[in-house]
């Protein structure tokens, strides 16, 4: 209990860190002991190097847009409060909204999951998908089982789909409500199947 009190005194702004994360003090404690394992600087802060060792992002072929979306603005290195921030996207999404309509938008809302992904694919991040970072994206998933013209083919269509103003591109309002066309043609599946 003694190492736990004297870790988390480490923290700054710990309670800060847990009401704009919604993580728990024993979630933190564990972040913040990945965070100083990944730190080999030990300066506090991690790099893109330090995101580079981690051998699940190594072998992951989006893994370099990954690490991107930690380092938001050309930013070079990241202090553990932003690390915490980051990764709250992903706990899972709070049912029950605010009350308070002035409450800022939890981080792991359904639109910030969507903001996260969105800005995977829009590498040059001028708020559009362009069909050639769609491609970059379908290509490094989808690697060798697809042809070009396939990929090709996807790739329009996919554009052709989403984009409702004609561009030619994906604007992340097209963008989400693409998924969100999905999600509700998956449920009305769901229901067709019961």
């Known amino acids: 209990m003694g190492s736990y009190s004297s870790h988390l005194s480490k923290i700054e702004d710990l309670q800060g860190i847990i009401q704009e994360t919604g993580f728990s003090k024993a979630h933190i404690c ?4 990945r965070f100083e394992e990944l730190d080999k600087s030990n300066n506090g802060e991690l790099s893109r190097e330090d995101f580079q060792r981690i051998g699940e992002l190594a072998v992951n072929p989006l893994g370099d847009r990954i690490i991107n979306a930690f380092f938001p603005n050309a930013k070079q290195t990241l202090d553990f409060r932003s690390f915490v921030r980051i990764l709250a996207t992903f706990r899972p999404t709070v049912k029950d909204k605010s009350t308070n309509p002035n409450a800022p938008e939890p981080i792991n809302s359904r639109i910030n999951k969507m903001r996260f992904a969105f800005q995977l694919y829009d590498q040059d991040r001028d708020g559009k998908i362009s069909r050639e970072e769609l491609i970059q994206v379908l ?8 042809t070009n013209d ?7 269509r996919t554009i052709q789909e989403a984009d409702l103003d004609g561009d030619g591109a994906i604007s992340f309002e097209e963008f989400r409500k693409s998924l969100e066309n999905i999600n509700l043609e998956h449920k009305m599946s769901i229901r067709f199947l019961q």
Not at 30 to 33: A, E, F, I, V, Y
Not at 139 to 146: D, F, G, I, S, T
Not at 150 to 156: A, C, K, P
Request: glycine content about 0%.
């Open 150 to 156: 396939q990929l090709e083919s996807i790739t329009d």
């Open 139 to 146: 290509r490094m998933m989808l690697e060798a089982q697809v």
């Open 30 to 33: 564990r972040l913040h002991d």
